[in-house]
């Protein structure tokens, strides 16, 4: 007789391979003013609309124990990590904030993302 387990580890080998890990985008180190203020680069208007939605559009995917502040101007941002709708990135919650406020651009590959689901979006 099989149990539970060995048929859950059977169904998900007869899915194929597990999705890879989400990235992570906006989580900073201990130097965090300064790494924050050297992530501004500029946007054009597409970019930041496609990054804003993509950020609006994700789920919480962990809460945490009390607020972040802004790194740059200290104003109460969110408690929880965030995943986007497509499941590739996870970020600190309203880390639109910074995009918008602060002009810090995310990663080459989050925009890109973001490019590429609001496009999908829009086709579909």
Not at 24 to 50: N, Y
Not at 56 to 81: K, M, P, W, Y
Not at 116 to 123: E, F, G, I, L, N
Request: aromatic fraction near 8%; charged fraction near 35%.
């Amino acid at each position: 007789m099989t149990s539970d387990w060995e048929k859950r580890l059977a169904e998900r080998k007869a899915q194929g391979a597990p999705k890879p890990e989400p990235r992570r985008d906006g989580f900073w180190t201990c130097a965090r003013d300064e790494e924050a203020r050297s992530a501004i680069f500029p946007m054009t208007d597409e970019e930041i609309v496609a990054i804003v939605s993509y950020m609006e559009a994700s789920t919480a995917h962990a809460q945490c124990l009390g607020f972040a502040n802004c790194r740059i101007c200290n104003v109460r941002l969110g408690t929880a990590d965030m995943i986007t709708p497509d499941g590739k990135w996870i970020f600190p919650e309203r880390r639109e904030h910074y995009v918008l406020a602060h002009g810090v651009r995310p990663d080459d590959d989050f925009v890109a993302d973001a490019l590429a689901w609001r496009r999908k979006r829009k086709d579909g």
